[in-house]
């Protein structure tokens, strides 16, 4: 089983637009992997644009905005390739795609480091962030898993939301919760 990397990743299309979305790099040894589903704008980007950047963001709200609709974040210019950058972020890397394997669904863009760099110290993250994180990927597979299953993950996830979340993680976990419940035609929320 591969290394995945959960960041943020940023695309330029063909006209100049940022598309700022999360998503699991691959990392099969010295190569990192863009492997997003058809249809995808970072496809259409990707293919005008060979060029991608990952940052690590410092607030989990930006994993939880951008899978929530909420994807206007800060960003800066990249240091050596045609991009942007999400500013407030642990550190980032930036890619040239070097190879694709074309694929029907999901093709995967094999990229080259360019440039990486630190921003902050990272200390580590608290298992609210982590379960914000983990809801964030649960809520982009709503369509493919039953209900229950989805409601039993999130009532899990939502034990440790209650015991270690400031302010940030809580209103991270309330965006996910409003798109499960509005996803599943339910009112209840897994944390009060």
């Not at 960041?7 to 999360?22: D, F, K, Q, R, Y």
């Not at 863009?34 to 293919?47: C, K, M, Q, V, Y």
């Not at 050596?80 to 795609?97: C, M, N, T, Y």
Request: charged share 25%.
């Amino acid at each position: 089983m591969p290394l995945i990397l959960e960041t943020i990743v940023t695309t330029l299309s063909p006209e100049g637009a940022l598309h700022l979305v999360p998503f699991g790099l691959i990392r099969e040894g010295e190569d990192t992997i863009l492997a997003p589903f058809r249809p995808s704008p970072t496809i259409l980007n990707l293919d005008a644009n060979p060029f991608f950047c990952a940052s690590s963001p410092r607030d989990v709200r930006v994993i939880a905005g951008a899978v929530t609709g909420r994807r206007d974040w800060p960003v800066v210019a990249c240091d050596k390739i045609p991009g942007r950058r999400l500013a407030d972020s642990f550190g980032h890397a930036e890619f040239a795609v070097e190879a694709v394997e074309a694929d029907e669904t999901r093709p995967r863009y094999r990229g080259r480091t360019v440039h990486a760099a630190a921003h902050a110290p990272f200390i580590g993250y608290n298992r609210a962030q982590a379960a914000v994180l983990e809801a964030a990927i649960l809520s982009t597979r709503l369509h493919m898993l039953p209900a229950d299953k989805v409601l039993a993950e999130m009532r899990y996830l939502a034990i440790a939301i209650s015991k270690t979340a400031g302010s940030r993680e809580r209103e991270a976990w309330g965006w996910i919760e409003d798109k499960v419940a509005a996803a599943l035609n339910r009112d209840a929320r897994s944390l009060a």
